[in-house]
């Protein structure tokens, strides 16, 4: 009985349950019976009927969402989306490459709100975005004269097997 765990629980389903309950108890069904029809244990029906006896129907009706309220509105990620869109060079950082810190800078800049660097990358999930590590390339490399010096000088400078010798005439081998 109840959620298993990790398993998120499904609001409505759960409000469906107890309206369930709720009328079976109505209609004067006994509560161990409506516990094993609506799949519940029987102290949830005891306390389903205790809230219907004093609130009604209105009293089993789903409280909301569960946990802390979110501190950032959808038109406050719709702006951290266009300042991540803009680049790290628009808050003053030299490269373009978006560390946590920088995001967590971006949505202080942006909303007002504080975040740790690890919570930032929550939010970029939220958003889509995916975490990404730099090529680790120089600015300054020359892509043609890589190729250049691995189709000519490469094989030049590379070790290549020796060749063959000749076949051993050593006692120890077996004919």
Known sequence: MGNPAGVRRDFEKLEERRLLGARLLRQGVHPAEVARQVGVHRQSVSRWAAQLKQGG?????????????????????????????????????????????????????????????????????????SCQRPVGRALERDEDKIRQWKQHRWPEIKKKPKKKAAPSSSSTKAD
């Open 57 to 129: 129907v209105r009293a089993l009706k789903k409280a909301g969402h569960a946990g802390r309220r979110a501190r950032l509105r959808p038109e406050d990620l719709r702006r951290i989306e266009r300042g991540l869109k803009r680049g790290p060079q628009v808050l003053g950082y030299e490269t373009s490459l978006w560390t946590s810190w920088r995001v967590a800078h971006l949505i202080e800049q942006e909303c007002g709100v504080k975040y740790h660097p690890s919570q930032a990358w929550r939010i970029l999930r939220q958003l889509g975005w």
